[in-house]
């Protein structure tokens, strides 16, 4: 082979060299540039789709837009719209999972308060409760949100209310302006209430005393003439010198009926508080037009 030949040879692989060089970095813009510019489109597209209600659509084209976006120009936005589009969906975990990659990219107080609230109302569905309390304290301990002190006693009359304890759900409330109604109706609610263990008290007391402040009159009219009958049977056998007789009825007639008035009083408490707040809570998520977890 000549000198010019291998000169010529040289130039042929430096071209082709240069080719493949060119190649890639074409391939490298196409990746991680060109896509940047066209990130605003992803977007819209995929809020278009979570406005439409379509969320699951909606999370696999945010996640889209995150794969090309390597400058996180939407890490913020994209990661809590996701979040919102799994609690929208009922998968409460995941939900709380990207709330919190939200909260880590907040550009600002406004936007990370507004994230820690969605993380707050995640753990009231989840009834986490305790979390959720956690956190309003937190946000109460905050400098940086002093002004947010209205919205935090809101969610934490919210908190209250899952925790079922109305009485405390309204006095958060009544620290409030403008939400009488939240107010009213957990004060009703908290009146509407018995006290489990002040029934169990009464029928101590009294055998029926706590079905008939429950309202269970009836039940309360017999467990206090069946106390009643084999008590008296019991010591009119022990006064007819039939001690054993006696003992054995008080033992195991007189005190099973005893016995099952305390447990009947205490669980008719129990299973009126129970449809007490479930109606509530009902009430509340399908006519209270104001914010809901």
């Not at 209310?161 to 939400?179: P, T």
Request: with cysteine; proline share 2%; charged share 25%.
């Amino acid at each position: 082979m000549t000198f010019v030949s291998k000169i010529n040879s040289t130039k042929r692989i430096a071209v082709s060299k240069f080719r493949e060089v060119l190649l890639i970095i074409f391939m490298l813009m196409n990746i991680y540039i060109f896509p940047q510019a066209n990130l605003h489109v992803q977007y819209d597209y995929a809020g278009k789709l979570f406005c439409e209600e379509k969320y699951f659509d909606a999370i696999t084209e945010f996640k889209r837009l995150q794969f090309f976006d390597s400058l996180n120009q939407y890490s913020f936005l994209s990661n809590k719209l996701i979040g919102m589009s799994y609690k929208q969906g009922g998968k409460l975990n995941e939900a709380i999972n990207y709330f919190s990659k939200a909260e880590l990219n907040s550009p600002n107080d406004d936007s990370l308060f507004t994230v820690k609230l969605e993380i707050i109302k995640t753990n009231l569905l989840r009834r986490t409760i305790y979390r959720a309390f956690d956190l309003l304290n937190e946000l109460s301990g905050d400098a940086r949100f002093n002004s947010k002190k209205d919205q935090i006693i809101y969610w934490k009359g919210w908190a209250y209310i899952f925790n079922d304890e109305w009485k405390k759900a309204a006095d958060e409330f009544d620290k409030l302006e403008g939400e009488p109604e939240l107010k009213k109706l957990c004060e009703n609610v908290s009146n509407a209430q018995y006290s489990p263990k002040l029934a169990k008290v009464l029928s101590y007391i009294l055998p029926g005393a706590g079905q008939f402040y429950t309202g269970n009159y009836v039940s309360g009219i017999l467990s206090f003439s069946w106390v009643a009958l084999w008590t008296y049977i019991s010591i009119e056998a022990i006064l007819a010198d039939r001690i054993f007789d006696g003992v054995m009825v008080a033992d195991f007639l007189a005190f099973r009926f005893y016995n099952g008035n305390l447990q009947n009083a205490e669980k008719f408490a129990v299973e009126h508080n129970i449809e007490a707040s479930n109606w509530m809570l009902d009430y509340l998520q399908n006519n209270y037009r104001g914010p809901k977890p």
